[in-house]
């Protein structure tokens, strides 16, 4: 058995759960700040069987898509007048994906 770890956009969270769901995959859903844009994001807990573990990251993959955003994290320091953001194109989305091997299940 393994443990999936997959960290994708809100945006993009309730249509992976839904279709995962549909696959008889079983989800536990997290809500995560990611720390550089400080945006909501879910973190993903599926115990998968190894055989199934390529289906699921399929599944994620196709419903975790990248987008452009505009974000103004990064400020100019201007001398004398404090600081004025600056916009920044940044590419959000996607997903990171930890699959990690379960040394055991017990469930109650």
């Known amino acids: 058995m393994k443990l999936i770890i997959a960290i994708v956009q809100d945006e993009d969270s309730q249509i992976l759960i839904e279709e995962l769901t549909s ?19 879910t973190t993903l807990l599926l115990g998968v069987d190894e055989d199934m573990v390529d289906s699921c990251i399929k599944i994620i993959e196709k419903n975790s ?5 505009t974000s ?16 920044l194109e940044v590419t959000v989305g996607g997903a990171n994906i930890f699959v990690l091997d379960v040394d055991e299940y017990i469930s109650y």
């Open 72 to 87: 103004t994290l990064m400020n100019l320091s201007l001398q004398g007048e404090g600081y004025m953001p600056y916009p």
């Open 23 to 41: 696959k008889d995959f079983r989800v536990t859903n997290l809500a995560s700040t990611g720390g550089f844009l400080k945006s909501g994001n």
């Open 65 to 69: 898509r990248k987008r452009e955003v």
